[in-house]
């Protein structure tokens, strides 16, 4: 069975992302697939700092860099932050980076986010999108950029518009089909 992994780069209570997260994790098992929905505040990693190498790497790197190279996808929901993504999605990708082998080159990726403003986190993702690809990651080519947040989600946290729903559904089609061969 494909299998998924599901995370956001917010950790706070209420967080939209979380959501998109949610969101994203019962379309996929819809579409038959085994889904992982973790918390990054599960995985405590202090500020990377190359000093922390190699004696104080935190024991969460190298669980999370497992559930990366384990799964078939991995689904991001990131919010945007100052035009970029969020210090707790930097650091994630940053240790995650120095774990061997590389976490990037398994799963298939798909990125998305969900933003309190109309642009609807398109240059976070584009920031996530170049560092993945860089470090290896295939990302599949649907962009999943979601605002204003309050007008998105009916009261089931699913979408109203229909253009997010294609994309959304999109996405899941591309997820599950596409392959590194
Ligand atoms: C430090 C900070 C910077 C932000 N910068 C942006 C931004 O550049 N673009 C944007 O659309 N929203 C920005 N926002 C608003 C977020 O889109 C909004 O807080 C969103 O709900 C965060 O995602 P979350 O609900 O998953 O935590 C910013 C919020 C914070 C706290």
Redesign the pocket.
């Known amino acids: 069975m494909t299998t998924a992994l599901t995370l956001?780069g917010?950790i706070?209570q209420g967080?939209?992302?979380?959501r998109l997260q949610a969101h994203m994790g019962r379309k996929l098992e819809a579409a038959g697939v085994a889904v992982n929905a973790i918390s990054l505040g599960d995985f405590d990693m202090p500020i990377y700092n190359e000093d922390l190498e190699p004696e104080q790497v935190p024991e969460a790197a190298a669980r999370l860099a497992e559930l990366w190279r384990s799964h078939d996808i991995v689904f991001i929901a990131s919010?945007?932050?100052?035009?970029g993504v969020t210090p707790l999605m930097v650091n994630t990708i940053t240790w995650l980076s120095r774990q061997k082998p590389s976490v990037f080159r398994h799963a298939i990726f798909g990125i998305g986010g969900?933003?309190?403003?109309k642009?609807g986190?398109i240059w976070a993702l584009s920031h996530l999108r170049d560092t993945l690809s860089k470090m290896g990651a295939l990302v599949v080519p649907t962009l999943l950029g979601i605002?204003p947040?309050e007008q998105a989600f009916d009261d089931k946290g699913d979408f109203v518009e229909p253009a997010i729903i294609r994309k959304v559904d999109s996405m899941v089609h591309e997820l599950t089909h596409f392959s590194r061969g």
């Open positions: 956001s917010s706070r967080s939209q992302n979380q919010p945007e932050y100052n035009g969900v933003s309190s403003g642009y986190t605002g947040a």
